[in-house]
């Protein structure tokens, strides 16, 4: 069991199960279709109702690092569904938006976007299939992403 103090509160952090505890009670994750990740659901020492990235837990839990505050927990293989500890690091927000880290994740999409100013091309990488769409969100409700996702990535 490792113990975690995040924003004033201490989880119990399971290293087999990957359970969070919190008062010996474990919490039950959400998960957030919209975000595509899991998230956890509290109440703080002000009875206050807090949520929290179960990513971010589980890496501080595993890979300690005294100026979490400032970073972000990043899932190496683009999955936002896999809080394993191998899969989680600690990044940037920089480096977490970098480029490489982007085509990493349009590559995982299978797809290209271009933008020519009315409409949006969208590849898919593996068949090379082209389609188009009128904006953003419609491409990522398609593709199945996150409409910021298709944004950041026009070329």
Not at 41 to 46: A, E, H, L, R, V
Not at 72 to 82: E, L, R, V
Not at 86 to 97: E, G, H, Y
Not at 106 to 113: A, E, F, G, L, P
Request: proline share 3%; charged share 25%.
């Amino acid at each position: 069991m490792k113990t975690v103090e995040y924003n004033n509160t201490t989880f119990e952090v399971d290293e087999d199960t990957l359970e969070i505890r919190l008062n010996g009670k474990t919490i039950t994750p959400c998960f957030n279709k919209q975000l595509n990740r899991w998230y956890l659901s509290y109440f703080d020492k002000d009875n206050m109702s807090r949520f929290v990235p179960r990513a971010r837990l589980i890496c501080l839990a595993f890979h300690p690092n005294a100026n979490y505050k400032k970073l972000q927990a990043d899932h190496i293989d683009c999955d936002t569904t896999n809080d394993s500890p191998d899969n989680l690091r600690w990044l940037t927000r920089k480096q977490n938006n970098s480029t490489k880290h982007s085509i990493k994740q349009r590559s995982i999409n299978h797809v290209n976007t271009v933008h020519s100013g009315e409409v949006i091309k969208a590849t898919n990488l593996q068949t090379n299939e082209v389609r188009y769409f009128a904006n953003g969100k419609h491409c990522a409700e398609s593709i199945g992403c996150s409409a910021p996702l298709v944004y950041m990535n026009l070329n």
